[in-house]
């Protein structure tokens, strides 16, 4: 079983930067895939970012790309999410995840790969 603990939200003006962290136990990130997704209130979640358990590939969505980086460090067994120059966006609650297996590149973005979830971190970007 793999627990997961995001961290690091809080609120940030418009252009502003953030990281959040994301600790997990149970497994070693150098073991585990990872990725990000967002939730808004009323709305679905979705895909942030996600990183191959290798560490080697990473991926984003376009409305975050250039300007979110996720990344793992092994020796702390902790996910990171860099989110730069933050866009006014619904307040949302951001979500780590980490998937059972090792999924292809094509899959870090679909929800149904992940079956251990984080309790969430508030983000709340004000213009």
């Known amino acids: 079983q793999v627990q997961l603990l995001e961290s690091g939200g809080g609120l940030v003006q418009t252009g502003g930067s953030l990281r959040l962290s994301c600790a997990a136990s149970?497994?070693?990130?150098?073991?585990?895939?990872l990725a990000w997704f967002r939730q808004a209130s009323g709305k679905d979640r979705e895909y942030v970012a996600g990183?191959?358990?290798?560490?080697?590939?990473?991926n984003a969505a376009n409305s975050v790309k250039g300007r979110f980086t996720v990344s793992k460090d092994r020796d702390k067994n902790m996910g990171y999410l860099q989110m730069n120059n933050l866009k006014t966006w619904h307040p949302a609650i951001y979500y780590c995840?980490?998937?059972?297996?090792?999924?292809?590149?094509?899959?870090?973005?679909?929800?149904?790969?992940?079956?251990?979830w984080g309790q969430g971190t508030q983000v709340t970007v004000s213009s």
């Open positions: 990183i191959k358990k290798s560490g080697g590939v990473t």
């Open positions: 149970g497994r070693t990130f150098g073991t585990l895939a």
């Open positions: 995840a980490a998937p059972a297996g090792n999924p292809i590149t094509s899959s870090l973005s679909n929800r149904a790969t992940y079956e251990y």
